[in-house]
């Protein structure tokens, strides 16, 4: 009678301990994927930054070529020509670099909090940025982004920085996205807000470009009949070398929602969709980076 | 740097211009000579300009910054006064270049309240 007492008991405690594991594991595998994801949307998000830059440089030296070639009195062309851009200037990048950085780390802060991390180079160096976000924050340097429904970037910059810095202190991974919840959510607002404005400003750019080669097409068709079936030619291939195409924004954006529906679910761990949500959002990172990657 | 009400003017004005140069689109592709074709596409490519400035305007992050680029925009709302001008001359279906100007005319009065 004692024996099978004693059976049963290793055997309820046996249970219970894997069942215990197997909610770990989950959490952390729940939260792996998270960091993955939220890595692939930041890493989509600074390509189509970048694109926003190529767009504007392109453009910019093609607008100068049209104006040369359609104004004949104009006798000089420059065609070294170093682009400095204005639409989305170096330094506004960084300060957007900056805000994807919050993102990055706070997914590998929840990562590490999971794996009990103790690795001490990486609690200081993503302090270091976290810090320096703050600093940012607290000179309101990510104001600019963002439209009037979407208030707080600072503010929410700094609630993420606070925990990336302090996480110890939150070892609750479902606490730590709960609370955090609200600055994602305003900071992945602002972004797909900006994305929008920036996709109109390349959809405008594609347009401007297609209409300056379209016109060298139909003055080399009036000159030369036929064999501006070589024209078209050279027109078709320089478009789609240089055109940025905007429809990427798109995707961009949908990848942006299910950062947040991701970090929800991570709050909700219990929740039936709690694993299939965070793995829409690799799903969607991926496709964006895929994209961009595949987009020039 | 920009107020709220100051990047909600900008991204109105963005959809403005954005607006006025879907019109002109379709009517570079039908322009029945090269001379119109070219005069539509400058006034399609100096809208795109204005794009431009919005754009940099609205990423400011700097309060110097923001008030120069402000300040072009507005110094160059007389310009797009200009287009307004050249477009209704331009495009002979008055319906149209009334629609065109009209969108010019709404990102002009967003861009005076920057």
Known sequence: ?296 | MPSQTQKTNIANAIQSIRNAQNLLQPLINAAPTVSIAIKLTNEYNSLDTCLSQLLHAKNSADDGVFSSAAGVLKSQAGGLQMDEKAIKAIISDVAIADQVVGHIGEAIRYIAMC
Do not use: W
């Open chain 1, 1 to 296: 009678m004692r024996i099978s007492v004693f059976v049963a008991s290793i055997c309820v405690l046996s249970l219970s301990a894997c069942s215990t594991l197997a909610r770990y594991s989950e959490t952390q595998s729940n939260a792996a994927r998270f960091d993955r994801g939220a890595h692939a949307v930041a890493a989509s998000e600074m390509a189509f930054l970048h694109q926003v830059q190529n767009a504007e440089c392109t453009e910019a030296y093609y607008k100068r070529a049209y104006a040369y070639a359609t104004d004949t009195r104009d006798k000089n062309f420059d065609l070294v020509f170093q682009c400095h851009p204005t639409e989305l200037t170096n330094d506004q990048l960084q300060i957007r670099l900056k805000l994807l950085n919050a993102i990055t780390l706070y997914a590998d802060s929840l990562t590490a909090l999971t794996n009990g991390s103790n690795e001490t180079q990486l609690d200081s160096n993503s302090s270091d940025v976290a810090k320096n976000l703050e600093a940012l924050a607290a000179k309101e340097k990510f104001s600019a982004i963002g439209t009037n429904t979407i208030a707080g970037v600072n503010a929410a910059v700094s609630s993420i920085a606070k925990f990336i810095i302090e996480r110890r202190e939150e070892p609750k991974i479902a606490d730590a996205s709960a609370r955090l919840q609200g600055p994602l959510e305003t900071i992945v607002a602002a972004l797909k807000a900006e994305n929008i404005d920036d996709g109109q400003g390349l959809k405008s750019k594609e347009t401007a470009l297609t209409n300056d080669f379209a016109l060298a097409v139909r003055v080399a068709h009036e000159q030369r009949g036929p064999a501006s079936l070589l024209d078209i030619y050279q027109a078709h291939e320089a478009l789609d070398h240089l055109i940025v195409q905007p429809q990427d924004v798109g995707q961009l954006n949908v990848a942006l929602d299910a950062l947040v529906s991701a970090n929800s679910a991570l709050a909700n761990p219990k929740s039936a969709e709690a694993s299939s949500t965070i793995s829409i959002l690799v799903r969607e990172g991926r496709a964006a980076v895929t994209l961009f990657k595949a987009s020039k």
